[in-house]
């Protein structure tokens, strides 16, 4: 899909002033991860997690984090360290998943359908060392 396909509603439409339906966003949006507007302090994506699959194990330090689960099933893993996850929830349309900064945490799809989420972290900038993945991309 080109840029000039994508519904305008699923692009950036930040830091300008925007109100749109968020559900229907990104029950619309068929991508991973594709934000939908990006602040000072603010940025928000929707992502379609196939199922069987992720949204990776990482932590954000000094921000909090906010999902809402628009339809599908996931897997909840909340802990303070990687390999110490020891909470664990089932999460479905309409719940909501607070992960507060410096806890590690995943996101699972289950089911037969894709996992449509919403996400927000509270954040000066996502591209740096805010988001620590367990297994960093090195950048070449």
Known sequence: ???????PTLTDHG????????ESA???NDDYR?????GGRLQVTVMAIAPGDDIGLEVH???DQFLRVESGQGKVQMGP???NLIHEWDARDGDAIFVPAGTWHNVTAVGAVPLS???????RN?????CRPQNPIPNN
């Open 26 to 28: 990104t029950e619309a």
């Open 126 to 130: 996502t591209r740096t060392a805010l």
């Open 61 to 63: 330090q000094a921000v």
């Open 1 to 7: 899909m080109t840029e000039e396909e994508i519904d």
């Open 34 to 38: 594709r934000t939908i507007w990006t």
């Open 15 to 22: 830091p300008a002033p925007y109100v749109l339906d968020i």
């Open 81 to 83: 360290a990687a390999g």
């Open 117 to 123: 989420s919403t996400r927000s972290i509270h954040h």
